[in-house]
């Protein structure tokens, strides 16, 4: 799909570590993966910094369509820190992209649950979801609790005019039934 998902990159570790996190911010090609590899497989890195660059490598294989790698990478990550908020968001995102919209949103709903991270775009993201099973009024209040943390949102305020009218016309369709009904 076309939709823009918001991700949530994680830093510290080596200067490979660093540099596979400033890839994952605008991941340009799969080859920016490397140097997420190398600091996993030769760097000393610490636990935590060690599933932040897995983290960050899955943000860069899910960018390049590598959705089962970057899922493998998040699931590595959760095992390696499991109190990483971050990872959840991220793979929430790829469960999303593989259609699997309840393990998103089950991630989506732990990463809110681990706190410090950014509930706009978590809000944004589960309302894709929300979406897609076709949960329009559940969609609209989570962009309108995701516009609440971040009112200067365009995108969030987009998506707010998009599914209100669907949730709109969902009201009309079903007064209009009702009406035939009588």
Sequence with gaps: SACSFGQSKTSFGSANSAQCFIFSGNPSSLSDAKVCTHAIRHDKLSKRDLAATHTNRGIILASGGKLLQALKDHNQAARLKADLAKIYINRGTVFHRLKEYEKALSDYQKAL????????????NRALSLQEMKMDAEALTALKVGLSHNPNSDRIKEKI???????????Q???????MLR
């Design 113 to 124: 649950e681990l706190g410090e991270v950014p509930i706009d775009i978590i809000q944004y």
């Design 161 to 171: 005019k998009t599914v209100s009218s669907v949730v709109n016309g969902q009201k």
């Design 173 to 179: 369709g079903e007064k209009q039934a009702e009406k």
